[in-house]
């Protein structure tokens, strides 16, 4: 059987900074517990990470403003015939909840930043080896200190990221599933075709294929290259099924 990879390209840039929190988000979820230096770094890196792209702007904005654009394009779907109306209107309420607890919670990572521990560990990360014993004790002790009382300390640092990671999973799941995978066929190597005002475009290829997509857009349009693992002596094909989805 073979293995299905799946490759999602951002056509603008909220929809690419989204990606890169849920992927942060994620990675923060798989290092714990946090009960050695290697899971530590991992999750105080990952802190780090979200707290540079809070500051590069307003997420919190973007993601109210998605939150209440897909409440009304749910609307449209309760004149449908056969479409779940009960579903519709669920998934409304929980969009309104998300949006309301967006606007109310404090500036996105503000407790993080202002936690002296985590300044303490962020300000060594950009150095080589910087958390190590000798340069960094507190995070040593830290890690040195009761698995249930450290536990606690990560559940409390992640709990003020909980309005963010389920706002977030809300807007992504209904993006993704806006747009059908569908056949395309490329032609040594390259297609292109119209977006119409999509945020995501979604591809799968199989892991046999050996294949990566170089893929380039906006909107309204996009182009994909697909580039040999092997650089040297991989091929293309003249010919090359693909299944693509524009969200």
């Known amino acids: 059987m073979s293995t299905v990879i799946l490759f999602e390209y951002p056509l603008n840039e909220k929809m690419r900074t989204w990606l890169r929190v849920e992927y942060i988000l994620n990675n923060l979820s798989s290092s714990q517990p946090v009960d050695d230096p290697a899971s530590a770094l991992s999750f105080f890196r990952g802190i780090g990470d979200l707290l540079d792209i809070f500051d590069r702007g307003d997420i919190r904005a973007d993601l109210v403003k998605e939150l209440d654009r897909q409440q009304q394009k749910l609307y449209s779907w309760l004149s449908v015939s056969g479409v779940d109306a009960t579903r519709v209107s669920e998934l409304q309420q929980e969009l309104k909840k998300q949006g309301t607890l967006m606007m109310t919670v404090p500036r ?12 303490q560990v962020r300000q060594r990360l950009g150095i080589p080896g910087g958390c190590c014993s000798f340069d960094l004790p507190a995070l040593h002790i830290w890690l040195n200190s009761a698995a249930a009382e450290r536990q606690t300390r990560v559940d409390e640092w992640c709990s003020t990221l ?19 995978f569908h056949a395309e066929t490329s032609l040594n190597g390259f297609f292109q075709d119209n977006a119409e005002d999509a945020d995501l475009i979604r591809l799968q290829l199989t892991a046999e294929d050996q294949l990566y997509p170089q893929i380039s857009g906006h909107k309204n349009r996009y182009a994909i290259r697909f580039m040999p693992m092997d650089s040297e002596y991989g091929e293309i094909p003249a010919r090359l099924q693909f299944e693509i989805a524009c969200c």
Do not use: A, H, K, T
């Not at 996105?108 to 300044?119: A, Y």
């Open 162 to 180: 909980q309005p963010l990671r389920e706002s977030l999973r809300l807007v992504l799941d209904l993006i993704r599933q806006s747009g059908n």
């Open 108 to 119: 996105m990572g503000q407790q993080l930043r202002e936690d002296r521990f985590i300044s």
